[in-house]
């Protein structure tokens, strides 16, 4: 499968969530970590340490896709909004990390026009860097976007500092020393579980689609 990772804003955590999304499907499958942000900073992380499933900018990842493996891509910074469509007709699911603060809710609002012209299908928005308790910041962004129909995942990611050291050393979350290291990894294993269902239930219901379409036909 191919996940694209893009958001509205800058810094919202993109490249740690395709670094931690494809550490999940590496797991399943052998995937690899496009790095099609020109800051490179995919890159930067894997070169600093060590990450278990390969990183390519977009020009060597051509060649070395394996048609039975899974794709993760990075991207830069604020895509023109026209750009979110044409970016999720390329890939099985888009993934839209915002953080829960006023500006990245703009930034949001600004682009609801443009994903209600995607099949809620083909994008989840997914809440990064949520502040610890007693802030509801997380909640009350979430509810915000269901109401708005949409679609969110229900796992966010919370903030914590482990993601900040994961980066300095090059590592995925869970191979930092800091007591949070567990914790965050398993946000991110959630996220990677309910991508693992949406693919699931969409190829369940193209073989309903399927077997419909040839009963038609007799
Ligand atoms: N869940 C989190 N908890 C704490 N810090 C986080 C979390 N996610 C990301 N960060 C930190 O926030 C900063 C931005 O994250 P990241 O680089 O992943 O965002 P980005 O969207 O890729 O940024 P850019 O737009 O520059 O490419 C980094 O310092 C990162 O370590
Ligand atoms: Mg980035």
Known sequence: MIITVASFK??????TTAIHLAAFLQGQA?????????????LGWASRGELPFKVMDQWEAGQNVNPNGNVVIDTPARPIPEDLSALAETCDLLV??????????????????????????????????????????GEE????????????????IRRFAAFQKAALQGLPVYSVKDPRAETGWQDYEKVGQEI????ELRALAVEAEDMSASTDFF
């Open 141 to 156: 962004v979430k509810a915000l976007l269901q109401e708005a129909r949409l679609p969110v995942f229900e796992q966010g």
């Open 30 to 42: 052998e995937t690899l970590l496009v790095d099609a942000d020109p800051n490179r900073s995919a």
């Open 10 to 15: 800058g810094g919202v955590g993109k490249t």
């Open 96 to 137: 839209l990390p915002t953080t829960p603060d006023v500006l990245a809710l703009d930034a949001l609002v600004l682009t609801v026009e443009y994903l209600k012209k995607i099949s809620t299908n083909h994008y989840r928005i997914l809440i990064t860097s949520i502040p610890p308790k007693p802030s509801k910041a």
């Open 196 to 199: 693992v269902e949406i693919m």
